[in-house]
């Protein structure tokens, strides 16, 4: 598995903010959109490609292409989703496919809610967005189901993450060069609550209020 923060003044000062608990939603909603498509362009550097004869106006050349099949993203609902137009603006030809994955906040067990993929991800670079990998549940069922649909890889894309979150993606996937993590930030620990600290709070919330 491979983790990469992505070290760049852009990202640095975006997650400053977002992170400041008087950003208001509007304001919060718009620098994680910012932020993914930062991210993503680092994400997205081993998507497979063809090339193909073009015409410009003064020659032919040849132009590189997405490959078939196209990149598959993935939004963990709730917080997910509020990634995936700073994905898609990057990347508007990929399809989506959507997870709703719940943490139990008192017993940290993740309830799978919703699930709209593809039955047969042969074949598929997927893409997984969710702002948050605090004790690293979540995501490591989102990776594990979409392998056993068939996906050639999987890259979380996370704006902050846990080093808990990360060592236990590292102990089930450390060996797996399929698993790709890009981070705008590795924070110092998780809390008596499981909550990322110094982090920015519950993001789902942030995004679009209290969930309770
Ligand atoms: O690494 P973990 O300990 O599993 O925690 C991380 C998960 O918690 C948050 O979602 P949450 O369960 O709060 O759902 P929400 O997006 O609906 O708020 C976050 O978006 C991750 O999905
Ligand atoms: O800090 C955290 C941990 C889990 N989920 C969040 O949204 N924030
Ligand atoms: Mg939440």
Redesign the pocket.
């Known amino acids: 598995m491979r983790v990469q923060v992505v070290d760049h003044p852009l990202v640095s000062h975006k997650v400053s903010v977002l992170r400041d608990k008087n950003t208001p939603s509007p304001v919060f909603r718009q620098l994680t959109e910012e932020l993914v498509t930062l991210l993503a362009y680092e994400a997205t550097r081993e998507v497979r490609t063809v090339e193909a004869e073009l015409e410009t106006p003064v020659s032919k050349t040849v132009g590189t292409y997405f490959a078939k099949p196209t990149p598959l993203v993935v939004p963990?609902?709730?917080?997910?989703l509020g990634m995936l137009e700073g994905m898609t603006r990057l990347v508007p030809t990929a399809e989506v496919g959507f997870l709703g994955?719940?943490?139990n906040?008192e017993t940290?067990d993740?309830i799978t809610y919703a699930e709209r993929l593809p039955g047969d991800l042969t074949g598929r670079q997927v893409f997984v967005l969710?702002?948050?990998?605090?004790?690293?549940?979540?995501?490591?069922q989102a990776i594990k189901f979409l392998f056993e649909r068939g996906a050639d890889s999987v890259t979380c894309i996370c704006l902050i993450a846990?080093p808990e979150?990360i060592a236990r993606l590292e102990s089930e996937h450390g060996d797996d060069d399929r698993v790709h993590l890009v981070l705008a930030a590795r924070d110092e620990r998780l809390n008596e609550k499981?909550y990322i600290v110094p982090g920015l709070g519950?993001?789902?919330?942030r995004l679009?209020g209290l969930?309770h």
Not at 76 to 80: H, K, P, S
Not at 130 to 140: E, R, W
Not at 202 to 205: E, S, T, V
């Open positions: 963990i609902l709730r917080a997910g994955m719940a943490r906040e940290l993740i969710d702002p948050m990998l605090a004790t690293g549940g979540t995501l490591s846990a979150g499981s519950d993001a789902g919330d679009y969930a």
